[in-house]
């Protein structure tokens, strides 16, 4: 056994991922490889003990079931076409504005999110529905990349999101007042999205052009709110499903999961869509991914826990703490901490690692930890979107159409002001707290 001291440990183990996974190694194992390894060195042949505790703390978490419902709920609303029957109702409503296209992308991206909670699926969505006709529409190509970008990324903050399932018994919370806490925070970016894209289009007008009124439907007022209503009463429905049960206390988010399954492929029975082909697509997909999270997960329960036995987690502590501006000085470098690891590591990584760590330091610093862990779980957001590793550009990227003649540059420079409209979004939240934490202090118990 080799004794390393706590800040070499910590060196060896934060540096060893980052450098493993510029070399293109799959996240998984660079963490699970690192966590071993460093953990044999260090404990022997007792490493077998303490991954073996880890792990049957982390198999018994009962909240853990809800990660595969919800994606298979999320993946099988991809097949019932609801997106395709929001964007049109939307359409009527907007299109004839400068920048209409643009706020029914977003609005459809925040009503897919409150469904979905899955980032591939909602960006896809939106991809194929909502960024063809921006284009072939006069859209400047880096706004309709980097709308499609923003909204399809709102799925992670606005529940049901996976990773906040996966976030709360990282950090000891509840899944259900985590869900509630994120709604006036997704809510507020959708806002400031749609803000962005109509002060844009008024200054751009040849880059957000309105629709000539001759191309959309003429239909009467009550008519379009009765399209409306009736393309958005199933997602509604679906939502009161999932949400309303957490909200009034009558089941936790699991049962909740399950439930939001059931009536997702209701729905698509309903829209005639449902075929055995669909339940075999949408079961292996959910195994994909529900084995991709679990295999990280797995994989993070060793690194974390040879890094705290070894000492590690009071390094980053101590360097945190230590930092000048007493606890807004600490507070903002978990921030850029978390930032700057968005670039290089996926987000479940940054959860599984950074959480355990991070969450004990917020403690001592005073902050409130729901509060605390939704304003982290705004900061992923901005994961997404900021390369070299950005699951919401190499998504667009690899659905848009090849006649679209988008470019990875498009866009990249399409997503920039959205990241800045995430930061603005972090200062309000830190400004006014009780958009956070009001709702959930709603919840029946």
Known sequence: MSNLSPEILTAIMLGGILLLILTGFPVGFVIGGIGLGVGYLIFGHAISSLLYERALALMVNYILLAVPLFIFMGTMLEY?????????????????????????????????????????????????????????RGY??????????????????????????????????????????????????????????????YFHPRMAPAIPPELIPKIPFWKKTLNLFVAVAPTGVLILAVLGVIFMGIAPPSEAAAVGAFVATILVMAYRRFSFKVLKDVSLSTLRSSGFIFLILAAAVAFVGVFVRGGGGDVVNELIMGVPGGRWGAFAVIQFIIFILGFFIDVLAIVFIMVPIITPIAAALG???????????????????????????????????????LTMMDIIRGVIP??????????????????????PSKMIR
């Open 80 to 136: 019932s076409g609801i997106a395709e029957k929001l964007f049109d109702a939307l359409y009527v409503w907007f299109g004839s504005i400068r920048g209409g296209l643009a706020v029914t992308t977003i609005l459809l991206g925040t009503i897919v999110a409150a469904t979905v909670g899955i980032i591939a699926a909602s960006v896809t969505m939106l991809s194929l529905v909502a960024l063809p006709t921006m284009i072939k």
């Open 367 to 405: 902050f409130d930890p729901l509060w605390f862990a939704l304003m982290v779980n705004v900061n992923f957001q901005m994961a997404f979107m900021t390369p070299p590793f950005a699951m919401a550009i190499f998504v667009v990227r690899g659905v848009a159409a090849r006649e679209l003649e």
């Open 140 to 201: 400047s190509k880096s706004l309709a990349a980097g709308v499609v970008c923003a909204g399809g990324c709102l799925g992670i903050l606005i529940p049901p999101s996976v990773i906040l399932v996966l976030y709360g018994p990282m950090a000891g919370l509840s899944v259900g007042k985590l869900f509630m806490g994120a709604f006036i925070p997704g809510f507020l970016l959708s806002g400031l999205y749609c803000v962005y894209a109509l002060i844009y289009s």
């Open 418 to 439: 959205f990241v800045l409209l995430i930061m603005v979004g972090l200062a309000l939240l830190v400004i006014f707290p009780d958009l956070i934490l009001w709702l």
